[in-house]
């Protein structure tokens, strides 16, 4: 089983929609959790980090279950813009930083 | 400005010859980071080093070796036992508890 899983994807959606992704850790002792954005080519960079109190920035709003080991990323009137590969990570307590393969959005008009 | 700097962007090596791939930052991380990715796939770990002097295997890190002689660089040796060293490899670095900061990576071509 890999460390970090997230759903498989690709998501397809118009413009406006809702989506979701999810993510599931098997390291109990993960410490921090991140979702960072990866565009075509690119190096991945940070959309946010995600508390157990839940937090949200505009659009996105990220949710952590520590009990059932799992983050999510909600976002909110999906815009063209959106379109990218969305990639959960997860550190652990001895410095380990590892990534679940990504998931790609695609939205569409 | 402060960030993480890789180089060379493009790489291309012949078959059997090691290669080194650089990786600079200058936002005094304690913690450096490479990984692998290739085309649609997501990013594997190779090694991390959390100190200098220190260094940890990741999951992939078969054909590959590493440096932390100075805070500031972590560079990855591509050697000629990696069989398919063909790849988009990505350095970061982050403080403690914060988040990860990548350098824009090196796409190496084997020919």
């Known amino acids: 089983r890999k460390e970090v899983e997230q759903d498989p994807g690709p998501f397809n959606v118009p413009e406006g929609a809702t989506v979701a992704f999810n993510c599931t850790y098997s390291?109990?002792?993960?410490?921090?959790f991140f979702w960072y954005r990866q565009d075509c080519r690119k190096e991945p960079k940070l959309l946010m980090s995600?508390?157990?109190s839940g937090n949200e920035d505009g659009r996105f709003t990220a949710q952590l279950n520590r009990a059932s080991q799992y983050i999510s990323l909600l976002i909110r009137d999906s815009k063209l813009s959106d379109s990218a590969t969305y990639l959960c990570v997860v550190n652990d307590n001895a410095g380990k930083s590892t990534f679940g393969d990504g998931t790609t959005l695609t939205v569409k008009p | 400005d402060g960030g993480i700097t890789q180089s060379p962007k493009y790489l291309f090596r012949k078959e059997g010859q090691n290669v080194t791939l650089s990786c600079e930052q200058n936002l005094n991380h304690d913690a450096m980071y490479w990984y692998r990715q290739d085309p649609g796939q997501g990013l594997r770990l190779i090694y991390y080093?959390?100190?200098?002097?220190?260094?940890q295997k990741g999951d992939i890190a078969e054909g590959y070796s590493v440096s932390r002689e100075k805070k500031e660089s972590f560079p990855l040796t591509v050697t000629s036992a990696q069989k398919n060293p063909t790849a988009f490899y990505l350095c970061?670095?982050?403080?403690?508890?914060?988040?990860?900061?990548f350098g824009q990576g090196t796409r190496l071509t084997v020919v």
């Open positions: 080093s959390q100190i200098v002097n220190d260094f």
């Open positions: 995600v508390y157990s």
């Open positions: 970061a670095s982050r403080g403690w508890g914060t988040e990860a900061f």
């Open positions: 390291n109990s002792a993960s410490q921090s």
